[in-house]
Each structure stands twice: as structure tokens, then as C-alpha cells.
């Protein structure tokens, strides 16, 4: 069946939420740069991810948030950023109306960690304010591990782990020519800098090189989709104990 919102026609919605379907999932990104994937790259993960773990839970998909908070990166070509305040704002009214339409249980998937905290307050406020439950999951966090064994290599922002899932979605929107190991900065707790001089940020000293391996990337998107679905499927049950 059809689970992305917007292809639904609002008779057809009326029918299935919350009758059928009460569960929601909002990818959520930013416009930015990426060493060698796209600039969209935090919207193109989640929405991805989402088509499987809907499956799976049984849930329709929002619309992507596509326009986040860029901070560190805002600078580099092509980037964009909504102020904080405005974005949790727009996201509030976002969750909001989706608890307004039917859903009791929305789930915004995140692509970007700039945003995290203002993502958490729109989440709980609608909470408080609807009764819904809502919850944010960031799919490459807590995933060290999945990356140390399929990628082999530090991961970061336009990291190994980035690239591989973009890889894995669609080799062909990956530019391998243009990486450069110039590019890559390695972002310490000594220094803020606007821009960050490298549109590749490691946090952990290490192998910075991407790996480029189809079959290593594609078993490493389906672990981190499997451990993502994990999550949200455990606090899905036991939300029903509440
Ligand atoms: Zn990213």
C-alpha cells in the first residue's frame, strides 16, 4: 500500500487514520555540505530508511522536514540554514498537525544532528500539548560497532558512515573523484570554527578514507536500518504497557 502521506488523497487518509494506521514517521535533515554526497544527503538517509521501518511498524510517512539548522557548515557552497527558533517552531506546528489529523504516535526520524535539541522540545511540547507520544531516533547514533565492522573506518559527518548510506540508496549520487583528503577536518574540542574547514568532520582521530565497497555499504545501511527498527519498535511496545 501506499504509506507516504502526501500521494494519499485526504478520503482515502480519512479512512485509514487512526482506524488502521495510527503511527507516523517525520524525516527530518537539512541542506548542507557533504564531502562527496549529495547536499541533501540528511533528508535522502531518513526518507529511505523510513520506507522499510514503516513497513514494519505499520505506519505512514510524512512529507520530509528538508530545510534544518546549519551551524558549523553554513559557509560552504550550497548551504542552507533556518534559524533555531524558527525551526522548532515550523516543526511544532509540523507535529502538531499530524497529531491534529489522527496519529497517536509520531516518530521523527532525524538525518542531522544540528538540530537535535530543538527536535526534542517540539517533540515533547506536542506530547504535553496533544497526549500524542512522540519520539526522536537518530539512526547513526549508539552504531560504532556496525561501523567498525563493515566500514572499517572512523565515521563522522560525510564520513565513512554517511557515504555508505548513500552509497547503499544510490551509488550513482555519490562523486568518488571528488573526494579529497584535504577536505577531511578533524573537529577537536580546542577550536570553533565558522565554516568548519572541511565539509568531511571526524571526531575521533583515525582512517578518515571512505569506503566505497557496494556490498560492504549496503550491509552496512541494512544493519544500522535493522538496529534503527529495533529501537523504535521496542519503544512501541512498550509504550502499550503504559
Ligand atoms: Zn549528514
Known sequence: MERRLQYLNHREHKKIVPEKIDT????????EAH???????????PEAMAVPIAEEINALIAP???YGITRGLAGHPGTITITPEVFKAYMGD???GLAANGFRKI???????????????????????????????????????????HLEREGGHGGSD???AVMAIDSSLVKKDLYDEKQVAYYSRA?????????????????????FDEDKCKAYFD????????????????????
Open 24 to 31: 507516523v514517521i517525520v524525516p527530518v535533515g537539512t541542506i
Open 35 to 45: 564531502g562527496v554526497t549529495p547536499l541533501g544527503t540528511d533528508n535522502i538517509i
Open 64 to 66: 520530509t522536514v528538508n
Open 94 to 96: 509540523i507535529l502538531e
Open 107 to 149: 516518530i521523527a526520524l532525524n538525518g542531522h544532528g544540528g538540530q537535535t535539541n530543538e527536535l526534542k522540545d517540539a517533540l515533547f511540547a506536542t506530547s504535553r500539548k496533544t497526549r500524542a507520544r512522540t519520539m526522536l531516533v537518530e539512526w547513526w547514533a549508539d552504531t560504532d560497532e556496525i561501523r567498525n565492522k
Open 162 to 164: 554517511e557515504t555508505a
Open 191 to 211: 577550536y570553533s570554527a565558522y565554516p568548519v574547514p572541511g565539509s568531511i568532520i571526524i571526531y575521533t582521530e583515525g582512517d578518515s578514507s571512505l569506503n
Open 223 to 242: 544493519a544500522v536500518t535493522s538496529k534503527t527498527t529495533g529501537i523504535i519498535k521496542e519503544v512501541l511496545a512498550k509504550w502499550d504497557l503504559i
